[in-house]
């Protein structure tokens, strides 16, 4: 993704202000992004040991559950 304001990708962008345009996009609705819960920087922006990931705009539980796959008597999978 790259920002508007600085024409780089985020992981290269040193916008103060990024993580504030990122959650008002978020406050519409219409956008969620992966962000580290301990820094509170969208992924790419990230300089955690070891991050604590979560998904602003969105529930985390349903998008970050992990699926459980059941292997059925034929041998396929759901």
Not at 10 to 26: G, I
């Amino acid at each position: 993704m790259i920002c508007l304001s600085c024409n780089k990708h985020l992981s290269e962008c040193k916008c103060e202000d990024l993580e504030e345009r990122l959650d008002s996009a978020v406050a519409d609705g219409y956008f969620a992004y992966r962000y580290c819960k301990i820094c509170k920087k969208h992924y790419e922006r990230c300089r955690c040991k070891k991050p604590d990931w979560g998904i602003k705009g969105a529930d985390e539980e349903k998008v970050l559950k992990k699926k459980r796959i059941l292997k059925m008597e034929n041998g396929s999978q759901n």
